[in-house]
């Protein structure tokens, strides 16, 4: 079976050519293009493509891509919000995606801006090379005996609870379902006791209607003065114009970053003063306690192979006809 893959980087390439040899009815080809209306076509000749999170698969692309006889779209990525069911549905077009593929990669991340922000690295490693050894500005607290809160225990969550543990941190957590696994050295307790009682918070929880705009000025007025939050997640689980005002009433110890609401418009790849201006996410980079990464929770070499593998394992199953747990049903949502 020939796949087409867009959007290609080469860490794509060299973590898909490294499990495809193990897969030998299937071969690969690489484009650089992401898959959209002006590049479905491309598709021409192949019985399945090769897509991401930023890849637009509405109805257009869809028609398009049945035209051209495509049979499967192999999602690499948990999350299809951006692909139009319905007309895979019509069309008779499988979807498959990764539901899950390393979340030890996610919660690791999120204890390193946990971290990084505490004891303000990004300022130490700055000075640093700048020939000041002063340590002015950089004092933290100890994680150690101190509280975290963990928002969402799922497979993230869970093992962010896991590594809060390890450091000696007394683990709360708030879900609307309790993780047994976690049972032994995690007390659920309300939302409100959570952000009262919390040194250092962590969104693990999906977007959904229930949790868009958890962290309002609301909720952020409850959590404890000099307080550490992260947010690993989805952008919009934090109303960014109201972390912006509990940051200038000096709530926060640190705030760490990997999601922000404006990921999605390309703010700073389109770098116009104007959009600059305007942006929530700029305004959050001018604190000096916030560190902002670019949604690279995900990026680990395990988690590049365990995608690499799932996808694949994804396209082997269509070409036996087997059914997978892996199959997005036809109905409307999505969640990562
Ligand atoms: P999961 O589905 O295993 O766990 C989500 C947990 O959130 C579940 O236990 C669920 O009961 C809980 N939850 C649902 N509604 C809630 C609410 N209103 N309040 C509190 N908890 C609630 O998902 P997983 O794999 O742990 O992923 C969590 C999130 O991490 C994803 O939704 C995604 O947004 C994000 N993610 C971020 C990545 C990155 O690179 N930064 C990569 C992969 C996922």
Same mark, same amino acid.
């Given at each position: 079976?020939?796949?087409?893959?867009?959007?290609?980087?080469?860490?794509?390439?060299?973590?898909?050519?490294?499990?495809?040899?193990?897969?030998?009815?299937?071969?690969?080809?690489?484009?650089?293009?992401?898959?959209?209306?002006?590049?479905?076509?491309?598709?021409?000749?192949?019985?399945?493509?090769?897509?991401? $999170?930023? /890849?637009?698969?509405?109805?257009?692309?869809?028609?398009?891509?049945?035209?051209?006889? #495509?049979?499967?779209? &192999?999602?690499?990525?948990?999350?299809?919000?951006?692909?139009? %069911?319905?007309?895979?549905?019509?069309?008779?077009?499988?979807?498959?995606?990764?539901?899950?593929?390393?979340?030890?990669? $996610?919660?690791?991340?999120?204890?390193?801006?946990?971290?990084?922000?505490?004891?303000?690295?990004?300022?130490?490693?700055?000075?640093?090379?700048?020939? @000041?050894?002063?340590?002015?500005?950089?004092?933290?607290?100890?994680?150690?005996?101190?509280?975290? *809160?963990?928002?969402?225990? *799922?497979?993230?969550?869970?093992?962010?609870?896991?590594?809060? +543990?390890?450091?000696?941190?007394?683990?709360?957590?708030? @879900?609307?379902?309790?993780? @047994?696994?976690?049972?032994?050295? #995690?007390?659920?307790?309300?939302?409100?006791?959570?952000?009262?009682?919390?040194? $250092?918070?962590? %969104?693990?929880?999906?977007?959904?209607?229930?949790?868009?705009?958890?962290?309002?000025?609301?909720?952020?007025?409850?959590?404890?003065? *000099?307080?550490?939050? #992260?947010?690993? /997640?989805?952008?919009? &689980?934090?109303? !960014?114009?109201?972390?912006?005002?509990?940051?200038?009433?000096?709530?926060?110890?640190?705030?760490?970053?990997?999601?922000?609401?404006?990921? !999605?418009?390309? $703010?700073?790849? @389109?770098?116009?003063?104007?959009?600059?201006?305007?942006? !929530?996410?700029?305004? %959050?980079?001018?604190?000096?306690?916030?560190?902002?990464?670019?949604?690279?929770?995900?990026?680990?070499?395990?988690?590049?192979?365990?995608?690499?593998?799932?996808?694949?394992?994804?396209?082997?199953?269509?070409?036996?006809?087997?059914?997978?747990?892996?199959?997005?049903?036809?109905? +409307?949502?999505?969640?990562?």
């Amino acid at each position: 079976m020939k796949i087409l893959f867009y959007d290609t980087k080469s860490y794509d390439r060299e973590s898909f050519e490294a499990v495809v040899k193990n897969f030998p009815e299937i071969s690969i080809e690489y484009t650089k293009s992401d898959l959209d209306p002006r590049t479905a076509a491309l598709a021409e000749g192949f019985d399945a493509v090769c897509a991401f $999170v930023s /890849s637009d698969i509405g109805t257009r692309t869809m028609e398009i891509l049945h035209a051209r006889n #495509v049979r499967l779209i &192999l999602m690499r990525c948990a999350g299809f919000n951006n692909v139009d %069911l319905d007309t895979a549905e019509k069309y008779d077009i499988r979807v498959m995606r990764v539901p899950g593929y390393s979340p030890e990669a $996610v919660a690791e991340h999120a204890m390193a801006l946990a971290l990084a922000s505490n004891r303000r690295l990004y300022k130490a490693y700055n000075k640093v090379r700048e020939n @000041d050894f002063s340590l002015s500005g950089l004092m933290g607290f100890n994680f150690y005996q101190k509280t975290a *809160g963990i928002i969402g225990t *799922g497979k993230i969550g869970a093992a962010m609870c896991r590594i809060c +543990h390890g450091f000696g941190m007394k683990v709360m957590a708030y @879900d609307v379902y309790q993780n @047994d696994s976690l049972k032994d050295f #995690v007390e659920y307790v309300s939302l409100e006791r959570l952000l009262s009682d919390s040194d $250092v918070i962590s %969104l693990h929880c999906p977007l959904m209607d229930s949790t868009y705009h958890l962290i309002n000025i609301e909720t952020i007025k409850k959590m404890k003065d *000099g307080v550490i939050l #992260v947010n690993t /997640s989805r952008g919009a &689980l934090v109303k !960014t114009n109201d972390l912006i005002e509990g940051i200038r009433m000096h709530k926060f110890a640190g705030v760490g970053l990997d999601v922000y609401e404006e990921e !999605t418009n390309n $703010v700073f790849e @389109d770098r116009s003063d104007e959009i600059l201006e305007h942006s !929530t996410t700029a305004r %959050l980079l001018s604190f000096p306690n916030v560190m902002i990464t670019s949604h690279q929770g995900f990026f680990t070499r395990e988690a590049l192979g365990a995608i690499a593998s799932t996808t694949l394992q994804n396209a082997s199953d269509f070409a036996a006809g087997k059914d997978s747990p892996n199959d997005v049903p036809f109905v +409307h949502g999505g969640t990562a």
